[in-house]
């Protein structure tokens, strides 16, 4: 087969292969909980890095196995021919290399924007994290909870801080994440949108304790938070 | 056509090296092990930016006191005068002034060791330590490291003035001598930025 | 009076008066700060360690004569020419790889060995984390867990920063830039022999508590944290120390000492790759040495740079020690690249493609990775403004990466290929490697990252990129110069079994991690949700299969080595770099003529290629 020819089947294979993949992965949920408004955001760059990934991956695959499949050598010893790149090539690779990065820049600043810029907030949480348990404070109400409740469709507002090693708050089914560290008090912003009962874990190794530094999420209604905040404001000030 | 075997790149003992090249080889090790010892400086250097930046007076807590400028001003004209005199014996040696050089370089040494006793005694002056909260831990760290510098410094220059006194360093053998000289340069420099930083600004 | 051999052991420069000088270094440092702690100053014993380790480094390398010159030198005395001479050693004298030998080849071998070993014991280490890791819940203890994790780490890292440069490195740049040795032969032996003692402290720290806080150490729990973590941070100080020495020692070499005709751009692309690590080398390492020591002076003489309570920053050392560790991804990866690109057209049958470019983008890699070492930090607090240009850099950082593989997929195209066992490597290092980079991108773009930050996603990331780049380029580039290391050839068919055996073991022990992690598997945990159970007995299995097969290649390497001799050619490959053109092994002094350099080593398919093949690099000899 002449190089043109090789050429012409190995970007055939390709580009069926690379739709292939891209229509299996659109549509697809990567994140196993999507429960807020911020996942929702991540669980979109998922699916648009996987679905770019994709292109790349195969072109390094259809590299691999055309090459295995084709170009074995014979059993005469001549060399291959002495081919080099031309600069056209080699400008057309660096071009679309770039730009699929600035592409994926500029949706990654919406992105980081969306979830982390600085916004308002119709709630606010602090969370304390100190070896080996988190505490949640809500200081306006008076009283302190191991469990953090927050309601759906609002934006709260959660100021994080630790005064011991440094832990990470973890949210994963909300898509949050933001370490606790001695010293400064971080903060991360969240809206949920399913109500529902999901995990907290601590995302930074902080000694003997990090495994069982777990604690629950509750999403509820105003009614439901209303409520719940009440009885313990009563317990703590009886 | 082969390179001529004298002429090779030889560190064996029945090769003959060029020595102009072995020389230019070992200066150019001694600028790149600068430059590592540039970043050692760098990552101080930053550490003690970062944490006066975040901090709203310095010292912090307001407690302690900034040293005075006296003592290290006067440390700052020794060393500059030391690189001074280093670089004058130098030329000395490259002119094959054997009295010179043997002047600068005991002068050199005499700078630098009163540098570091100036420097000992504002230490034990000062009024914080060590354990004294960022304050003290960056000004004794910097000071410190850069004090090292210059003891190490006085000790090439002390065994190279030794050689110098037995005769092996000359116009055309003076590779550890030039070597010893841009160490010398390097630390007088890093002090000009600790005197600015830690002491001025 | 004839001293018995034993004693003239102790006295004679070498390895058992190494040894003696350790543990009297040791005795004598930490023995010292005892007194004093007894006298009643406050002496702790983080103190004892840190000065008895400081006398053990002192004590073994004086016992190994590695300072016999300076000392000489700074006392004024002339130089015996004799006995410098001998100091590169005598071919085929083993014990010469236990002396300090000034000898560029022994030290790579050396190197090379030493590496190997660390990677069986980290390996070993890593078995129990997998048998841990096998079922949900604590089957041993979490904190033994934490630690042998953190040996793991420490050990791998130091075997990845040092097995390509310093193993195949030493050994190959010198001859294939057509010189003797290395600009500074005893600095590096020195280089070399300040290993043992800091990788001893590292194999020993759980037996002085161990640290648990991974290889990162970050504040303020490696504060906290026992002596262990003393014995490692001491330990990557020294290993730093080692590492910038022979960086120097790299660039002058490259740059001062290029045979005649061996312009920059005719340079062997394994060159180029390594004089890239060792400028990272240069610069990065003393960076990470002073947060280490600003660590250790936290720790032992009370400090506060990263204590809030003095005013401290925690921040800080996250800062400090990524700025290094980025770059340090490269310096280990880099090396492995560069051997890849040097075997592919030898296999290939065709120049490298697109070689300038090549030589670009290690270039550019090198750059770039010293702009986003941030990217570590997207979850630790930093302020939200700075993320968005790290992102940038470090997405753009595969712009380079990516021309490693437009290279080498060019040099594949249209070759004819002879799929020898190095060759097997580079096709494994091309999946690993790519899936690597484009999990990479998940981690650089800030959305994903803050699900995929500490969990098993990295884990399986890093591993891919580390695995793919350093040790299948170690792999491949020492089944690649195995023959003219030793002047035999290894056993093509048990590196073939080595080569299915680890890559497929090591895909399926990682590619489920990038679900794991996803699905919310942390990293550094001994236990994990009992859901994912299944896969992670199924990793552990395959982890095993790891380890067997490496053991395959352990086996291969010391029988064809220690074997009979069987005929073999100089060049068995029709390679044009210019160590082809010695004997294998190559004499002491490389070359009886210093060779002139016409080309770049890449004239694959240019004629004439009738006589055998005439190595473009260099001449025949007289």
Not at chain 1, 87 to 95: T, Y
Not at chain 3, 506 to 519: R, V
């Amino acid at each position: 087969m002449s190089p043109g020819r090789h050429a012409l089947v190995a970007v055939l294979a390709w580009a069926v292969l690379s739709a292939i993949g891209v229509f299996l992965v659109l549509g697809m949920q990567i994140m196993p909980q999507i429960a807020s408004h911020e996942a929702e955001i991540e669980n979109n760059a998922f699916v648009l890095l996987t679905a770019v990934s994709v292109p790349v991956l195969m072109f390094v695959v259809v590299g691999i196995v055309y090459s295995a499949l084709y170009f074995r050598a014979g059993p005469d010893t001549a060399d291959g021919p002495p081919t080099q790149a031309s600069s056209r090539l080699q400008a057309a690779w660096l071009i679309v290399t770039t730009l699929m990065v600035i592409g994926l820049f500029v949706y990654g600043t919406f992105g980081l924007i969306e979830i982390r810029g600085a916004q308002e907030s119709t709630f606010e949480v602090e969370v304390h994290a100190k070896q080996w348990s988190w505490e949640f404070d809500y200081d306006d109400a008076g009283f302190a909870a191991n469990e953090l409740h927050i309601p759906v469709d609002q934006r709260v507002h959660l100021i994080i801080n630790s005064n011991d090693a440094i832990h990470s708050l973890w949210l994963p089914a909300l898509g949050i994440k933001q370490d606790a560290v001695p010293g400064r008090p971080t903060e991360a912003y969240v809206t949920a949108t399913q109500l529902g009962t999901y995990n907290v874990l601590c995302a930074e190794l902080c000694g003997f304790g990090h495994t069982i530094m777990t604690s629950s999420v509750v999403v509820s209604t105003q009614a439901e938070l209303d409520a719940w905040m009440q009885q313990q404001q009563e317990a703590a000030s009886p | 056509m082969t390179s001529d075997v004298t002429a090779s790149h030889g560190t064996l003992g029945h090769v003959e090296e060029d020595p102009a090249e072995a020389r230019d080889r070992m200066l150019l090790g001694v600028k790149l092990g600068i430059v590592s010892e540039v970043m050692l400086f760098g990552a101080l250097f930053a550490a003690y930016f970062v944490v006066r930046s975040e901090s709203p007076d310095w010292p912090p807590g307001g407690e302690l006191e900034r040293p005075e400028l006296l003592l290290p001003g006067l440390n700052t004209l020794l060393l500059v005068s030391s690189s001074v005199t280093m670089q004058l014996a130098i030329w000395a040696t490259r002119a094959s002034d054997r009295a010179r050089m043997m002047r600068w370089l005991y002068s050199t040494i005499v700078l630098g060791g009163i540098f570091l006793l100036i420097q000992m005694y504002e230490f034990a002056t000062n009024g914080f330590g060590l354990a004294d909260g960022v304050f003290g831990s960056t000004f004794y760290t910097l000071t410190g490291f850069h004090g090292a510098h210059v003891l190490v410094g006085l000790l090439l220059i002390a065994i190279v003035t030794n050689r110098a006194r037995r005769g092996y360093v000359s116009a055309d053998r003076e590779t550890a001598l030039e070597s010893v000289s841009y160490y010398w340069h390097f630390v007088d420099v890093v002090w000009l930025f600790l005197f600015s930083t830690l002491y001025v600004l | 009076m004839m001293r018995s051999a034993p004693v003239q052991a102790v006295w004679r420069p070498g390895f058992t008066r190494a040894i003696v000088g350790g543990a009297l270094g040791f005795a004598i440092g930490g023995g010292a700060m005892a007194v004093l702690g007894v006298l009643g100053v406050g002496v702790k014993p983080g103190h004892i360690l840190g000065v008895g380790y400081l006398g053990t480094l002192f004590g073994f390398l004086l016992g190994i004569g590695a300072f016999r010159f300076w000392l000489t030198w700074m006392i004024g005395r002339e130089i015996d020419a004799d006995e410098e001479h001998e100091s590169h050693g005598k071919a085929g004298d083993w014990k010469r790889y236990f002396r300090f030998t000034t000898d560029h080849k022994v030290i790579g071998v050396q190197y090379l060995v030493t590496a190997f070993l660390l990677f069986f014991t980290a390996g070993m280490a890593a078995m129990f984390m997998r048998f841990e890791l096998a079922q949900p819940g604590v089957a041993t203890d979490k904190d033994l867990y934490n630690i042998i994790m953190s040996t793991h780490g420490a050990m791998m890292i130091t075997v990845a920063l040092i097995s390509v440069i310093g193993g195949l490195g030493n050994y190959l740049v010198p001859i294939m830039v057509g010189t003797r040795d290395m600009a500074f032969p005893k600095a590096n032996a020195l280089s070399y022999w300040l290993l043992p003692i800091p990788l001893l402290f590292v194999a020993i720290n759980p037996l002085l508590g161990g640290f648990d806080s991974g290889w990162t150490a970050y504040p303020p729990l490696s504060q906290q944290a026992n002596l262990g973590q003393q014995a490692y941070l001491m330990a990557f100080v020294t290993i730093g120390a080692s590492s910038i020495l022979s960086a120097v020692n790299f660039l002058v070499t490259v740059f001062r000492m290029r045979a005649p005709g061996m312009s920059l751009m005719r340079m062997p692309i394994f060159v180029w790759a390594l004089t890239v690590t060792a400028t990272l080398v240069l610069i990065a390492t003393s960076v990470v040495a002073g947060a280490m020591t600003m660590l250790l002076f936290d720790r032992l003489i009370g400090t506060s740079f990263f204590r809030v309570k003095g005013g401290g920053d925690v921040i800080l050392f996250q800062h400090l020690f990524w700025f290094y560790s980025h770059p340090a991804v490269y310096i280990m990866a880099v090396p492995g690249l560069g051997a890849i690109l040097e075997i592919v057209p030898v296999f290939a049958r065709k120049p490298l493609f697109a070689y300038p470019l090549a030589v670009f983008s290690f270039i550019a890699i090198g750059v770039l990775s010293f702009m986003v070492w941030a990217h570590h930090m997207f979850v630790s607090g930093m302020a939200t403004f700075f993320h968005i240009p790290i992102m940038f850099t470090t997405e753009l950082i595969s712009v380079p990466t990516g021309l490693v593989f437009f290279s080498a997929i060019g040099t594949l195209w249209m070759g004819r290929i002879r799929f020898k066992v190095p060759m097997l490597w580079v096709y494994g290092f091309l999946w690993a490697f790519v899936i690597g980079g484009i999990t990479g991108v998940f981690l650089a773009d800030v959305p994903t990252d803050i699900t995929l930050s500490d969990s098993y996603f990295v884990v399986a990331h890093f591993h891919y990129t580390i695995i793919g780049s350093t040790i299948y380029g170690l792999f491949a580039g020492t089944y690649f110069w195995f023959p003219k290391i030793t002047g035999r050839m290894y056993s093509e068919r048990l590196g073939r079994l080595h080569f299915w055996w680890f890559t497929i073991a090591f895909n399926l022990t990682f590619l489920p991690m990038f679900w794991l992690g996803i699905q919310g598997m942390r990293r550094r945990v001994a236990d994990y949700p009992a859901d994912l159970g299944g896969v992670n007995l199924f990793v552990s299995i395959m982890a095993v299969n790891i380890a067997l097969s490496v053991a395959v290649f352990a086996f291969n390497m010391i029988r064809s080595w220690r074997g009979k001799r069987v005929a073999m050619a100089d060049n068995p490959w029709d390679a044009q770099t210019l160590e082809w053109i010695c004997t294998s092994p190559p004499p002491i002094e490389n070359f009886a003529h210093i060779p002139t350099v016409t080309s770049a080593p890449y004239e694959y398919g240019t004629p004439p290629m009738s006589a055998p093949p005439v190595p473009a690099g260099g001449r025949p000899q007289p």
